[in-house]
């Protein structure tokens, strides 16, 4: 059977270990209401203690420790035993959902987003009633394939992904936590496989090809040696490739390809540039707001930027501002509800429209910048006017920074994401505004395409190499290099070495991958 999802990157087999609902096959005998009580109170202490450990690791952590103590939550517990008789783990059930219930419905985007917290914080005291806590993934056999509905950040917390071969969710998308941390990490992960936890049982054989985003399960003998022998294949190049990945990639025509990483954080900074990378050509800055519980302050952000700088020494590290909006919002930032978020207030349009936040983000980079090449990266531009206004507000910056004496790169380079299609047919005019472009193949795509990057329904309308893509990519590359400026690729579609050749072919000077791809591109661009 072929199961379909959306994957990251990489290749794996292993045997099924299935999570599921504990409810469904655990006995519980129910004591008297105060019995019950106790219980709670037991779970909650239990619950508290161990996300106050792990509160070192993530502010989420943090911040679901202090939400165990809401009077909301215990009152909600307490009135489901005593007025409905209903048993611990039922009333922390029933709890859960009428929370959850009562989250979704508000208007605040803050609150709204709430309603997983409780979820998640409920599950932990459900399981810890029962005695259930850590030791669901206890005799998870190494190598194995993980499947689950969903994965929450506490339960990353008990994973051990140095035991798992890859990961099949139901639900979640490539920018879920789980998904970001898996790929980090480098096990393979395939998320919004609808049906998995009806289709695939504990023990069943699993070929997993993440870059396609298929799952095999059970497969016949012919699908089984195919696979495994790609993947030998795949592991075989991998090695091979490997050994040259600090090596330049050249084509035969001479011609040099940097070939940067993308990153998210500063562990994926360390990951790109160990991997071989030739700097950073798209560092998600979003992903330092993201797991926070408030906005990071100047100093917080200057320092993760000046690590970043440190770590890519003399290569380049390209921080892009704070692209929030769409799939993509801190649950501590206040948006309005918009019937389609992913044409409204996002990336650059946020920005502007939250300048304390906008000028926060830029002084921190502008004072890292002294500490390295780093250049700035506007996102999810589709006017010139946005470009205007921020160099005009960057003055303001600089202006300030140089009042207090401190010091910044005055000739810092500034560039933006082509994610939009006006961007693309207004490539000529964006090009005299700014130093290099960088295509984001991800956006491109779902804007040119119609098609929302994250719906299951319309993926095979959401096709990268469709000839409307393809041509988007050529008309702004021929643009930017009339005006003699740089072009870079950093969407996904950059990872993928069968896309390689059209991608340069069309003009891209650089390429910006996800770090288990770098060795591959590399060796690629050399037999081209
Ligand atoms: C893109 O859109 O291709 C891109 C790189 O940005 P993101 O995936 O973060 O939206
Ligand atoms: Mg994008």
Known sequence: MLLRGIGTSGMATGYAYVVRNISADTTYSKGTPEEELQAVARAMDKTRNHLQ?????????????????????????????QDDALSAPDAIDATSEALQVVFREMDDEYLR???????????????NVLSLSQHQYEDLMPGSILVADELLPSDTSYLDFSALSGIVTAKGNRTSHVCIIANNKGVPSVVGVNDCMHSINTGD????DAGRGYVYVNPDEETRRQFESELTAHNESSAVAEAHAYEKAVTMSGKAVPVMGNAGDIDDVKAALAAGADG?????????????????????????????????????????????????????????????????????????????????????????????DIRIMLPFVSD????????????????????????????????IMIETPAAVLAAAILAEKVAFFSIGTNDLTQ???????????????????HPAVMRAIKLVTEEAHVRGITISICGEAASDVMLTQQLLQNGADALSVNATAVARVKAHIREM
């Open 113 to 127: 987003a709430r309603a997983d917290d409780v979820k998640d914080i409920c599950i932990q005291l459900r399981n």
């Open 280 to 372: 950073i050509g798209l560092f998600r800055s979003e992903f330092l707001f993201m797991d926070k519980t408030s906005l990071p302050d100047e100093d917080t952000q200057y320092q993760a930027y000046l690590e970043a700088a440190k770590l890519c020494g003399d290569k380049p590290l390209t921080i892009r501002l704070l692209d929030i909006g769409g799939d993509k919002c801190p649950s501590y930032i206040h948006l309005e509800k918009e019937d389609n978020p992913f044409l409204g207030m996002r990336g650059i349009r946020f920005l502007l429209a939250h300048k304390d936040i906008f000028k926060t983000q830029l002084k921190a980079i502008l004072r890292a910048s002294v500490s390295g």
């Open 205 to 208: 054989y699993i070929l997993l």
């Open 53 to 81: 450990t792990l509160s070192a690791t993530s502010d989420i952590f943090a911040a679901h420790a202090e939400m165990v103590d809401d009077p909301m939550l215990l009152q909600t517990i307490e009135g489901y035993i």
């Open 447 to 465: 804007y040119v395409m119609a098609a929302d990057r994250n719906d299951g329904l319309v993926r095979n309308y959401y096709n990268v190499s």
């Open 384 to 415: 010139a006017g946005e470009i205007d206004d921020t160099l005009a507000l960057m003055a303001v910056c600089r202006q300030e920074l140089t009042e207090t004496g401190t010091g910044f790169n005055p000739d810092v380079k500034i560039g």
